[in-house]
């Protein structure tokens, strides 16, 4: 039994993580603004405090703190709100892991499958390539360097690049429920996805077995916004419609964050099998109808 603490563990991926954590006999923390639970504790960035209690004897950490990056148009107020509340949030712990010297075995952090930028190419990115040179590429890439401080403590990092998490409730599956389903822009876009059972299981594999280092947290199986819509709308039993919603439009509603709807490059997870990692719902038509 592992003793972890989790920053965003009251949001979509956190709640379902401490429910299977706990399952398998876990002792979960979590770090919120109004704590309300037995097992829920205050910190307060903009004080740079944490309660003590939260630390005590703490093995893990997983990082998934952060603004939702889709869920307000992107002025430049919000895109520092959307960095700051990464970063920062991993600077405050790593000042109080070593303010204590707590000895941790692993900081376990998110990341976004954005990393190598917005951008629509036939390349299939590994956890090797570099970061986009976009606004995307850089929330990762900041995001990221906060978590790899952790190893000037000598505490091993690992790091999930995640792509569109798929769920039962809430998240992006939501808001794709449309009365009539449709492309998005070109329909040629990929879009990389997960389940969100096979998310919370990798961030499992990290805390029971060897899994540091960075991984695109993605699905096998490759799909455009022209094939994903097709199978989300004969699983939900909704329309289809061939005609693509046009992508000027979706900059009108959306200003600049419009670029994630009308961009994206294939993630390969060869890593992630290699190290082992069998999934669950490695198929699109599989994985909604499971949800």
Not at 29 to 48: A, H, Q, V, Y
Not at 128 to 139: F, I, M, Q, R, S
Not at 242 to 258: Q, R, S, T
Request: aromatic share 8%.
């Amino acid at each position: 039994m592992a003793k972890i603490l989790i920053t965003g563990g009251t949001g979509l991926v956190g709640s379902r993580l401490t429910e299977l954590l706990t399952k398998n006999k876990h002792e979960v923390r979590i770090l919120s603004r109004t704590p309300e639970g037995k097992n829920e504790f205050k910190w307060d960035i903009s004080n740079n405090y944490i309660d003590e209690k939260a630390l005590t004897d703490i093995e893990y950490v997983i990082h998934l703190a952060g603004a939702g990056i889709a869920d307000k148009r992107w002025t430049d107020a919000r895109k520092k709100v959307i960095i700051d509340s990464r970063v920062d949030t991993a600077n405050l712990i790593f000042k109080k892991i070593k303010a204590q010297k707590i000895t941790l075995k692993g900081f376990i952090s998110s990341s976004g499958s954005n990393y190598y930028g917005a951008k629509t190419t036939d390349k299939i990115y590994k956890e090797t390539d570099n970061a986009g040179d976009d606004y995307l590429g850089e929330v990762c890439q900041k995001w990221e360097q906060a978590a790899h401080q952790f190893e000037k403590l000598n505490i091993p990092v690992t790091i999930l690049r995640t792509g569109v998490v798929l769920s039962k409730k809430g998240g992006a599956l939501d808001q794709m429920k449309t009365p009539i389903v449709a492309p998005l822009g070109s329909g040629k876009q990929y879009m990389a996805w997960i389940h969100i059972d096979d998310l919370c299981g990798l961030y499992i594999k990290a805390i029971e077995e060897d899994f540091t280092g960075v991984y695109n947290a993605v699905s096998p199986e490759f799909h455009t916004s022209k094939t994903f819509s097709k199978t989300l709308a004969k699983a939900i039993k909704r329309p289809f419609l061939a005609i693509n919603v046009p992508g000027f439009l979706l900059k009108l509603i959306f200003g600049e964050l419009a670029i994630i709807l009308l961009e994206g490059s294939r993630l390969s997870s060869e890593k992630i099998a290699e190290k082992g990692f069998n999934f669950q719902h490695k198929e699109l038509k599989e994985a909604l109808n499971n949800l």
